[in-house]
């Protein structure tokens, strides 16, 4: 994001970041906060940039929005340099910003080499440990035709792959003519642009995903062979408390399934350590069970309280442990990703060059590259090197 627009949190709040980009451009000396509420930290960080902002541009309009923002707007209007706090519903609206038309459904900036498209909005689920429903809302669909028209818009602007991006992305579609499931909705995406070389997605809930995703898993070769799940935890009590729909059991015949349709697929996924309750055996479960897994690619954020939320009042974790915990979980997904990474030693790969020298394969392991092809090109290159952090490749 340039000085004009600052970002945190999630993939949606960094698209959406990106079309305030564009609704702001002709505004002088305003700043806009697109805030978090996921974490304490995340919040910390947005209060901590407004006040920065305001010590260097004491004169700047700040504006704020986002998740944090929207469940509690006085807290932040009260900070200092804030001229507004602009509710979530309003932010990708022209005329909150002065102008007039429709708000601009993607963001082409020239010589990109991926972009997120918004396919949905909310949730309708209540884990206790979350507050986002309340800064979304509830599950809103876009609309098939409009997703199709913003991601073609993209790749004849040059763009090599599209992540779809939502607060809930495998429930797509309850609220949409049809009520096409994400599958359904992809499959009807890729046969309409069939430029596009890449379709990637962004974090799915284990207990939402249809047959017809699973269709595409084995026989579409342009839906990456990359899953990121958020899966939260690996032990059942505590999957129960956090009032998720997907046991340990299931999350495990969902990897077995997805690794038997197209082999040598790589999966993530989102956890959290120290949730409340979580003693030290309920946390053994988790990592043993990932460390059978030899997940590659993890997020993992140390419980963080929510006051609103019903996690908030059950008995909590001392910090210290939700730090060790975290830490050990980190350490149990870098050494999957060193042995990943240490698989592809010796193979050709597909890159698509981003900026830097880096990239990604298919997979999304990173590259580290030679040469001095611009963003945006797909090309084939052996592995020459590896580690737990990246793929070292030769074109």
């Known amino acids: 994001m340039s000085g004009r627009v600052l ?68 807290r932040w209007a009260a900070l200092p340099g804030v001229a507004r706090v602009l509710p979530n519903g309003e932010k990708l609206n022209p005329a909150s ?44 669909a876009v609309p098939p035709d409009a997703i199709t028209a913003r991601v073609r ?6 763009v090599r792959e599209v992540v779809l991006t939502g607060v809930d992305i495998a429930s797509y579609g309850a609220d949409a003519p049809g009520a096409p499931r994400l599958g359904a909705m992809i499959r009807t995406l890729l046969a309409a642009v069939p430029e596009l070389p890449r379709l990637r997605l962004s974090s799915l809930d284990p207990a939402a995903l249809d047959e017809d995703f699973w269709a595409l898993i084995a026989d579409e070769p342009r839906l990456m062979p990359h899953l990121h799940l958020s899966l939260q935890s690996a032990s059942a009590l505590i999957l129960k408390r ?17 690794r038997a349709l197209r082999p040598g697929i790589a999966i993530g996924a989102d956890l959290i350590a120290g949730f409340p309750t979580e003693t030290d055996a309920l946390f053994d479960e988790t990592l043993t069970w990932l460390t059978s897994h030899a997940l590659p690619y993890l997020h993992v954020f140390p419980y963080s309280e929510r006051s609103e939320t019903p996690a908030a009042r059950m008995p909590s974790v001392p910090h210290p442990i939700r730090r060790e915990r975290a830490a050990r979980l980190r350490a149990a997904g870098r050494a999957a990703a060193e042995a990943w990474h240490a698989r592809q030693l010796g193979r050709t790969v597909e890159i ?9 394969t298919p997979h999304f392991a990173p590259v580290r590259r030679s040469g001095d092809h611009p963003p945006g090109v797909l090309l084939h290159a052996r592995v020459t090197a590896t580690d737990a952090d990246a793929l070292t490749v030769e074109p």
């Not at 429709?102 to 440990?129: K, N, S, W």
């Not at 956090?242 to 997805?258: E, F, K, N, V």
């Not at 698509?352 to 990604?360: D, M, S």
């Open 97 to 140: 910003w002065g102008q007039t038309g429709q708000p601009a459904a993607v963001h082409t900036q020239p010589g990109r080499a991926r972009a997120l498209v918004q396919v949905q909005q909310g949730c309708d689920h209540a884990c206790t440990f979350c507050v986002i429903p309340l800064g979304r809302g509830p599950n809103r």
């Open 7 to 74: 970002n945190f949190g999630c993939r949606l709040n960094a698209y959406e970041s990106e079309i305030i980009e564009t609704l702001t451009e002709s505004l002088n000396d305003t700043v806009v906060v697109n805030s978090c509420a996921v974490t304490a930290e995340a919040e910390r960080q947005a209060r901590q940039a407004i006040r920065r902002t305001h010590r260097a541009r004491p004169d700047a309009s700040i504006v704020v929005t986002g998740c944090a923002s929207q469940i509690a707007p006085a």
């Open 153 to 158: 818009t993209l790749a004849d602007a040059g």
């Open 352 to 360: 698509l060059t981003e900026a830097g020298g880096g990239g990604h």
């Open 242 to 258: 956090m009032r998720r729909r997907h046991s340990p059991d299931q999350a495990s015949d969902l990897i077995g399934r997805a």
